[in-house]
């Protein structure tokens, strides 16, 4: 399986965000990663629906919506409808608040399904892989942390992408397993050989002299 390369814009121009999307676009980004960020799971706020639905009017890469917000059922209707082609949560934001955690993120699941779209769940670097067996069946895609969400240009931390390597044995062939936080082209090497299927990167693409040479360097 070829590698899913999904640049992040969090590191974009959002002063010129059509142009930036444009340019990873024309040199083979296969996603668009769009971080958002509510100031309260996360200590940052970065954009929300109305700059997803402008994205979406640009551009017919598939939009990766990385959702860090406390309350993320709330917002899959918006977002599916602005035009997310994937949308991600939080295990850890639903455990904030739930009082049957496993119902209820099998009703997040099934409600991002429900809009015809990829279900995917991301786990925070401290949070042990094992809490994802009951879901990995059901999931289109798992996002590994391998910084603490919230900003980019972190560094990479290796023992979170070894979590790669639990989730690839317990599932399904097709679970797309994507990892996001200090990815280089060295860093994705590690997440590849680890079973990795989707690299996203922010920082590295997007302060390159060469972003060409960066996305393919991803690609190993
Ligand atoms: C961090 C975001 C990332 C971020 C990655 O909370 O989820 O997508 O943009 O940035 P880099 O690639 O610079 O670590
Ligand atoms: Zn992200």
């Known amino acids: 399986m070829s590698i899913i390369i999904s640049p992040s814009i969090l590191s974009a121009d959002f002063a010129n965000l059509g142009q930036d999307i444009k340019t990873v676009e024309k040199y083979g980004a296969d996603w668009i990663h769009v971080d958002v960020m509510d100031g309260h799971f996360v200590p ?10 402008s994205i979406r009017k640009i551009t017919n890469s598939p ?4 959702l860090m917000i406390d309350n993320p059922y709330k917002f899959i209707e918006p977002f599916a409808k602005a035009g997310a082609d994937i949308i991600t949560f939080h295990y850890e934001a639903v455990k904030a608040y739930s009082m049957d955690l496993e119902r209820d993120i099998k009703d997040l699941i099934e409600k991002i399904k429900s809009f015809g779209i ?3 769940i991301s786990i925070k ?5 094992q809490v994802l067996q009951p879901y990995l069946n059901m999931l289109d895609m798992v996002l590994v ?4 969400p919230g900003f980019g ?3 990479f931390m290796d023992e979170c992408a070894k979590k790669i390597k639990f989730i690839k044995q317990n599932a399904p062939q097709n679970l797309i397993i994507q990892v996001d936080g200090g990815i ?7 997440c590849t050989s680890y079973g990795a299927t989707s690299l ?9 002299d060469n972003i060409e040479q960066a996305i393919k360097s991803l690609r190993g």
């Open 44 to 53: 940052n706020i970065t954009i929300g629906v109305p700059v997803a639905a």
């Open 63 to 66: 939009l990766d919506v990385h």
């Open 118 to 120: 990829k279900a995917s």
């Open 125 to 129: 670097p401290k949070t042990d892989p």
């Open 145 to 148: 942390m391998t910084v603490e």
């Open 153 to 155: 240009g972190q560094k």
């Open 184 to 190: 280089n082209s060295d860093t994705a090497k590690i």
């Open 200 to 208: 996203v990167a922010g920082s590295y693409i997007y302060k390159s």
